[in-house]
């Protein structure tokens, strides 16, 4: 089960991929860690799914991390007399707090919240922005707004507001239900829906109290103005880039993708790039040249992990999809180009002892060509950090914390293996070379380095380097 790729792929399961054997198919395929979309999932539902996770990863012998992707606010328009209306272009179209069937000049907004926020000028999107107005007038109960792009509105359609913030948390009631399910569950990673501030973050790192990684997902104007501040408070970081194309003028969302990803990995914090990566696989069985360019600059950027959605969810395809996925991103990690865009993008180490020596193991590990950085961690922090810098050998992870090994399957080029901490220097060392060849990293006699914290088992202490010989304990 070594990959022979540094990227992660993240899939989404779903009613294409409920199945075991299908999820068997997908872990060969190429699957690094699974996400499960709270959305259309119920707790039910949830323990199946991490069950048959869990199975699979003890018959893998190998870590298998799971995201549980927390639903978030979603706003919607009200019901119609007639199930819908025809918005016409110019038009006047009001939304207001009235519970009476909508029609087409006016319809509920069963959100108290965002007519009380709604100000003149503000561009109210329906139905992921095939519809679009803007406010004219704003009171506590009712906003008056022209139809600039008209079309068909029918009932429960979502509502987009890029130029509004909502004073809402990022957390309803069911995801504070679904939070506390997959906490239970056991679950690695938790992602955020619709982020607008770092307090949406902390709010949700209050509750899990460190039982799982919370990643932002950025999929709103709001976030992208203190997106400082949500990165430096989150774990993970995601590009949504279908919400985010929403909200924003899709020519800046290839921007945005790339400082969010090159900001991320100066932070040594993993990050996925996801939707519509292979869409047309949904139905095909072979994806776009478009789509497969896509994929290919996620990966030549250094993203952590690529993303699969309704790809793998309710595709027709699924095991092609993350099949093809795995081709792409094998072929662009051996172009000759591609190391030179790796190393271009390095960014200067912080004044800590733990990033110098991982500066250090990295430059070491290239100027000796050894076989493998290998990683003794407790927390995950010192396989982060080594990640961060993307060496060209791969990083062999070794923790004696099988949630830790879990949340290692989105970090970059990391191979995490759950072992007991080394009780001494010369055990860390003959046992790093023991994995190292078994893992399939190395062969007897080749040279190894190894960073690790001493004293063993205190997180965070990353502060000595060490090059052994496989197959040795010298």
């Known amino acids: 089960m070594r990959r022979l790729r540094r990227v992660k792929i993240l899939a989404t399961l779903g009613p294409a991929s409920q199945d075991r054997a299908v999820v068997k198919r997908l872990l060969d395929a190429g699957v690094d860690i699974f996400r499960i979309n709270m959305s259309h999932t119920s707790h039910e539902m949830l323990h199946e799914r991490v069950q048959t996770i869990r ?31 025809e918005l016409t272009s110019g038009a006047k179209f009001v939304f207001d707090s009235s519970v009476e069937p909508g029609d087409v000049h006016r319809v509920q907004l069963p959100h108290p919240e965002i007519l009380e926020a709604l100000r003149p000028g503000h561009t109210v999107l329906i139905d992921d922005g095939k519809l679009r107005l803007h406010v004219t ?3 506590r109960d009712r906003a008056v707004a022209i139809v600039d792009v008209g079309g068909r509105i029918s009932n429960r359609k979502g509502v987009s507001l890029p130029d509004t913030e909502i004073p809402v948390s990022a957390m309803t009631p069911k995801d504070r239900s679904d939070l506390d399910a997959a906490l239970h569950e056991g679950v690695d990673w938790i992602a955020v829906s619709f982020v607008q501030r770092a307090d949406d973050i902390a709010e949700v790192k209050k509750i899990v109290r460190g039982r799982a990684g919370v990643l ?39 921007g945005l993708q790339k400082r969010i990803t090159r900001t991320a990995r100066r932070l040594g914090k993993p990050v996925v790039v996801a939707t519509q990566m292979l869409e047309s696989m949904i139905t095909s069985p072979v994806p776009t040249r478009a789509e497969v360019s896509d994929v290919a600059t996620a990966v030549f950027e250094g993203a952590d992990a690529v993303m699969l959605s309704a790809e793998s969810a309710a595709g027709q395809y699924p095991v092609e999809a993350v099949t093809m996925m795995n081709r792409i ?65 791969p990083v ?33 060392a003959r046992r790093a070379c023991k994995f190292s060849n078994r893992e399939g990293f190395s062969h007897e006699g080749d ?22 010989f496989t197959g040795s304990e010298k």
């Open 55 to 85: 199975g699979l990863e003890k018959e893998f012998g190998r870590a298998i991390g799971i995201l549980a992707d927390l639903q978030g606010p979603k706003l919607r328009v009200g019901a119609f007399e007639d199930g819908g209306a």
């Open 137 to 139: 007038e704003a009171t």
């Open 216 to 254: 932002a997902k950025i999929e709103k104007p709001q976030a992208i103005a203190r997106l400082d501040e949500i990165m430096e408070i989150s774990d993970a970081l995601m590009v949504a880039r279908g919400d985010l194309g929403v909200e924003m003028p899709v020519e800046k969302v290839p």
């Open 329 to 393: 991103a094998e072929e662009v990690e051996t172009d000759p180009i591609y190391r030179s865009v790796i190393n271009a993008q390095r960014a200067a180490p912080e004044a800590t002892g733990a990033d110098a020596i991982a500066v250090a193991a990295r430059d070491v590990a290239e100027t000796l060509d050894l076989k493998a950085v290998i990683a003794w961690t407790a927390s995950g922090a010192t396989a982060l950090r080594i990640a961060r810098e993307r060496p060209q050998p």
């Open 396 to 428: 062999l992870a070794l923790t004696p914390n099988r949630n830790t090994a879990r949340k290692l399957t989105l970090v970059w080029g990391v191979h995490p293996v759950v072992t007991n901490d080394a009780s001494d220097l010369d055990d860390m």
């Open 447 to 468: 040279r190894v380095i190894i960073v690790a914290g001493v004293p063993f088992g205190t997180p965070g202490a990353t502060n000595m380097v060490r090059i052994a």
